[in-house]
Every structure is written in C-alpha cells, then in structure tokens.
Nanobody, 121 residues
Framework: QVQLVESGGGLVQAGGSLRLSCAAS????????MDWYRQAPGKQRELVAA???????NYADSVKGRFTISRDNAKNTVYLQMNSLKPEDTDVYYC???????????????WGQGTQVTVSS
C-alpha cells in the first residue's frame, strides 16, 4: 500500500557532504513522524535523526551540528543533509515513516530499503 524509496547515497571524502532523500508513495492520507536510521554490518540499527509532523527534530549526539533533517509534506519526502562527514558515518541509511493510510483510518510504520553511504579517509 505504501512504499519508501531512499536516494542520494554514495562515496564521498571525509569533510564532504551528501543529501539523502526518502519519498513515500501509495495510499497516503498524511505522515506523522519521519526518521533516519543507520546500520553497519553486525551492528544494531540506530536512530540518526527524527522529525515530527509539527517540525520538531531530534538528533543522535554523534551527528549534532553536522546533520540536518527536514521534510516536504507536499512531496511526502524527508531529507537528511549530511555535512562534515567522517569515516565513522559509513553505513547503510534507512528512512522510516508513520503513515496514516488513506484506505483505512489507521497508522502503519514503513521502512525503506536503504541507501549506502561511504566516507573515505
């Protein structure tokens, strides 16, 4: 019913920048919270940044001051601007959204398939 598709990942040198995007499509009435997570091989998935429908944001301590999360409700899209990237930021990044599905008056959680971010030293 609903799909999330990430894009914008790639290879960048330390100190560089990338902008990730995640577009939701399907039977969407509205989207509540939207989040970015990341996961390295053999590690647990961790929350990187979150944004509510009202625009309130939260960040992991490791990315505060470097990453910025934003959203465009008209496009059902969430973004993650990543600046001053470090090698330790290398991970697969996943977006997550709590969606009020239009076909039923219920909220469901959806995950994207992930996009690879690699930061070279």
């Amino acid at each position: 019913q609903v799909q999330l598709v990430e894009s914008g990942g790639g290879l960048v040198q330390a100190g560089g920048s990338l902008r990730l995007s995640c577009a939701a499509s399907g039977s969407i009435f509205s989207i509540n919270a939207m989040d970015w997570y990341r996961q390295a091989p053999g590690k647990q998935r961790e929350l990187v940044a979150a944004i509510t429908s009202g625009g309130s944001t939260n960040y992991a301590d490791s990315v505060k001051g470097r990453f910025t999360i934003s959203r465009d409700n008209a496009k059902n899209t969430v973004y993650l601007q990543m600046n001053s990237l470090k090698p330790e930021d290398t991970d697969v990044y996943y977006c997550n959204a709590d969606v009020l599905v239009a076909t039923t008056p219920r909220i469901y959680q959806y995950w994207g398939q992930g996009t690879q971010v690699t930061v070279s030293s």
